[in-house]
């Protein structure tokens, strides 16, 4: 067993690594060391709560700062991992200091990809993805008459929900057809622009942005691919992120859209693994690699790595889940439902409580539930266990689902 542990990125995995090492038993040292400052927090309230109120960052912090201490986990941050010693088996912070490990874990997370067109540095145009970015944002959208937000993502859409809420005109650009095209359904797609369009939000589909407007050395709005100026007081852009994979590609291990790892989440370095939004792994469907950003993602392979730690070795192999909340609807998704060709309803599109099951053939490759949590949580269940489930069983309401995940 290894008789240290230093974990390099003090998110959601970084953190549950530590922590789920301690539950579980382990008694070696273990370290946390983070680029920002502060204790490690929760980054899924920023684009939801945080910008409908006050900000409180005490509000997400995952722990306060002496559980820590009192868990004996050394807490490092503000001070980034520039280098990997792979032969020496340590890393160098970028104040010089080298710190030793047994074994050590890469949750190194992702970063804003930025939007690359001509005015994008100008003051006005934010982003979405820190503490201090969210702080920046809900500090400044409160007081926004206009808001255009670039990208129908789950970040672009849950900005805009919140802008509304503080009264601001907002629009949305969006490159491709649909929103959220790359991660739902055509039928959640659908769901969602109407639910934003009934709350006030325009929308400018299969559009791009080519120039952020600049007046006065202060971002005044876009120029859109169509040749439109849509005024603003303040742009947010969520384009997606990008990986943050070039500390272990200093350090000469294998990258692909991530970090690539096995299904034990290890690198070719058996010392060396990688989890979270940074790691690229197998998807136990066979169909190539796969690299998610998601809590439940970040949490079950912290969890994956820490039992391997101390000696419980076992493949990764949890369902995805993911969520997000837009106004009144929440959408909870289980499985993911790329490559599907047909889908089954299931409750009331018009109540605003449904579910959509997606198939590829026969075979059920998710459910996006919206503001039907049993659905969501029978669907998680079914999906862990591999069991078959036909499209009429789904579309009969008759059909107890929690109770076939039970069989």
């Not at 994956?304 to 997000?324: I, M």
């Not at 060709?341 to 198939?359: P, Q, Y």
């Not at 026969?362 to 029978?378: C, K, P, Q």
Request: with cysteine; aromatic share 6%; net charge negative.
């Amino acid at each position: 067993m290894a008789e240290s542990v230093v974990i390099v990125g003090a998110g959601q995995a970084g953190f549950e690594t530590a922590t789920s090492l301690r539950s579980k038993g382990y008694d070696g040292d273990v370290t946390i060391i983070g680029d920002e400052p502060g204790v490690p927090y929760q980054r899924p309230p920023l684009s939801k709560a945080f910008l409908k109120g006050e900000p409180d960052p005490e509000s997400v912090a995952l722990r306060p700062l002496d559980y820590f201490a009192s868990h004996r986990i050394d807490l490092r941050c503000s001070y980034p991992v520039i280098d990997i010693d792979r032969t020496g088996r340590s890393v160098e912070l970028v104040n010089g200091t080298k710190v030793g490990y047994d074994h050590l874990v890469l949750a190194t997370g992702t970063r804003n990809r930025v939007l690359p067109v001509p005015g994008a540095d100008l003051p006005g145009v934010l982003y979405l993805r820190t503490l201090s970015e969210a702080n920046e944002l809900a500090t400044t959208i409160s007081s926004c008459s206009s808001v255009v937000v670039v990208g129908g993502g789950f970040i672009g859409l849950e900005v805009a929900a919140a802008a509304r809420g503080h009264g601001a005109e907002v629009t949305v650009v969006e490159a491709m057809e649909r929103p959220m095209a790359r991660a739902v359904s055509e039928t959640i797609s659908g769901f969602f622009t109407d639910e934003h369009q009934r709350n006030g939000v325009h929308w400018r589909l299969g559009t791009g942005v080519t120039e952020i407007v600049d007046k006065g050395g202060r971002a005044a709005g876009v120029r859109t691919s169509d040749g439109d100026v849509v005024d603003a007081d303040l742009v947010v852009v969520g384009i997606g992120v990008v990986p943050n994979t070039e500390l272990a590609d200093r350090a000469g291990l294998a990258v692909d859209n991530g970090i690539v790892v096995d299904l034990h989440l290890l690198t070719e370095d058996p010392t060396i693994s990688a989890i979270g939004d940074c790691a690229s792994y197998p998807n136990t469907a066979g169909t190539g690699r796969l690299r998610l950003e998601s809590i439940q993602n970040a949490v079950d392979h912290a969890r994956c790595v820490a039992n391997r730690l101390v000696g419980n070795d076992l493949p990764y192999q949890s369902v995805p889940w993911f969520w997000t909340e837009q106004y009144s609807s929440k959408l909870q998704m289980a499985g993911l439902v790329t490559g599907y060709d047909h889908t089954v309803l299931r409750g009331s599109i018009e109540e605003g409580a449904f579910s959509v099951f997606c198939f590829a053939g026969d075979r059920l490759l998710g459910v996006e539930s919206v503001n039907r949590t049993r659905d969501h949580m029978a669907a998680r269940k079914l999906l862990a266990a591999g069991k078959t489930l036909t499209r009429e069983q789904v579309a009969d309401e008759n059909v107890n689902l929690k109770a076939l995940a039970s069989v």
